[in-house]
């Protein structure tokens, strides 16, 4: 099989169809206001745990539906297509930490945490970026020192999508610092643990819905049988996870990509200037028109990317494609966007302003563009390859 076999079968196009009259029935009503007072709404978290959003990526013996990674993009570029902030669970519930366990935790790990990740029962978060800490991860502070049956976990971590709301989460640390990245090590973290406290990140651009934060470990006392595989393999379970949650990134990107493209035509083609309606104009033809055009290239690309994770490919490589070009995709189409909607763009009265600053942060996360940049040159070049 081509590695560009993209297959959607009658199930996804369902299981898409699930989503979108979600987002309308449950989201598009309420994300606007939420937004604006800055809500989590965990209910409607917990809903879509009941409609199995979170479960396509892991099988039915722990709750899932098993339907692969190509469905967890679909859904999860329908929910980013009307809430950024509700595209967070897709990486919380699912692939940050469900999925993270199946992949590298332990029989009973998994039975512990799984089925309530994908329900939404139990809200997850990962916690790897810290103050000084970001895209070089090795150069993380936080220690685990093991007494006895348990390890003793200080530290703090930031920026930390659902630091105040969440029940658990994989925390990274080091346990023996003198192994440099081969001496962290990965630990499930009961937040409601004695010595656990968060803060609320109050200002931040956007995701007003989706809770970010700080979180600070002192003498923190984490049974030893919450250590996630080996000690010290916990920086490669990270760049395995990032590989799964990048995708969903990706996905994400895709969505608000379309939003803006749909809110575009729309007022393209009910505002007049000049006589006629703006769209008749041939440059704003020209800006519609590279809109689509990048936007499916780039959703071709994630695709290709959920596909060959569904058959089970190594794909690091393909998975900072689809991540590097899709974000980028969209901050050009939401800087596009804004200058089809005028001034109105710029009014909290149309959506525009806010599918911008969506779109701003998934160039951010899981991975600068520059990172993305450097592991698709050096596998090319030859200095590193991706896929090892
Ligand atoms: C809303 C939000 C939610 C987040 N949620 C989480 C979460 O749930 N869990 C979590 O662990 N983290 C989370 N993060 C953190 C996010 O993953 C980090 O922002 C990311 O890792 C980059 O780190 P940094 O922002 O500190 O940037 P830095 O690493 O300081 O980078 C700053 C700039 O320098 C460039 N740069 C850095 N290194 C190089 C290099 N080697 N070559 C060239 N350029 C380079 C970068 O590309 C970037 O342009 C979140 C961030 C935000 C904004």
């Known amino acids: 099989m081509s590695t560009y076999d993209i297959e959607i079968t009658k199930e996804h196009e369902i299981l898409r169809q699930v989503a979108r009259d979600f987002v309308e029935k449950e989201i598009r009503p309420v994300v606007d206001e939420d937004e604006r007072n800055h809500r989590f709404q965990r209910d409607i978290v917990s809903k879509m745990g009941d409609l199995g959003f979170f479960g396509c990526v892991i099988p039915e013996e722990y709750g899932g539906s098993g339907m692969g990674f190509l469905a967890h993009a679909i859904v999860t570029e329908e929910i980013a297509r009307v809430s950024g902030s509700l595209r967070a669970p897709f990486n919380m519930q699912a692939m ?19 089925p309530g ?38 530290g703090s971590k930031t920026w930390i999508t659902w630091a105040t709301v969440a029940d658990t989460g994989i925390f990274y640390a080091y346990t023996d610092r003198s192994k440099k990245y081969r001496g962290i090590s990965a630990f499930i973290v009961d937040l409601h643990s004695p010595g656990v406290t968060t803060r609320l990140i109050e200002h931040k651009m956007g995701w007003h819905a989706c809770p970010t934060g700080e979180v600070f470990f002192e003498d923190v006392k984490v049974p030893a049988e919450n250590l996630m595989g080996n000690e010290g393999e916990g920086f490669f379970y990270a760049m395995g996870g990032l590989d799964n949650t990048r995708l969903s990134a990706a996905a994400g990107a895709i969505g608000v990509c379309r939003a803006i493209i749909e809110e575009s035509v729309k007022y393209a083609t009910q505002r ?32 290709r990317c959920a596909c060959e994770k569904d ?33 109105y763009g710029y009014s909290g009265e149309y959506p525009m302003e806010r599918y911008l600053r969506d779109a701003k942060l998934y160039q951010l996360i899981e991975g600068s563009p520059n990172i993305h940049k450097i592991i698709i040159a050096n596998d090319v070049l030859g200095y590193k390859k991706a896929n090892r």
């Open 117 to 154: 990740l994908v329900k939404g029962e139990l809200l997850g978060c990962i916690g790897i970026t810290e103050p000084d800490a970001g895209s070089d991860v090795a150069s993380l502070k936080t220690t685990a020192v093991k007494k006895g049956d348990y390890y003793v976990l200080n």
């Open 272 to 303: 007049k200037q000049f006589g006629q309606e703006i769209g008749q104009f041939q440059m704003v033809q020209e800006m519609i028109a590279r809109m689509v055009v990048e936007t499916e290239a780039a959703r071709l690309l994630v695709y």
């Open 311 to 343: 058959r089970g490919v190594k794909n690091t490589l393909e998975t900072s494609m689809a991540k590097y070009y899709s974000c980028d995709v969209a901050s050009r189409v939401a800087d596009l966007g804004l200058l089809i909607l005028g001034a």
């Open 96 to 114: 940050g930490t469900a999925r993270e366990i199946l992949q590298y935790g332990n029989e009973e790990q998994k039975k512990k945490y799984i």
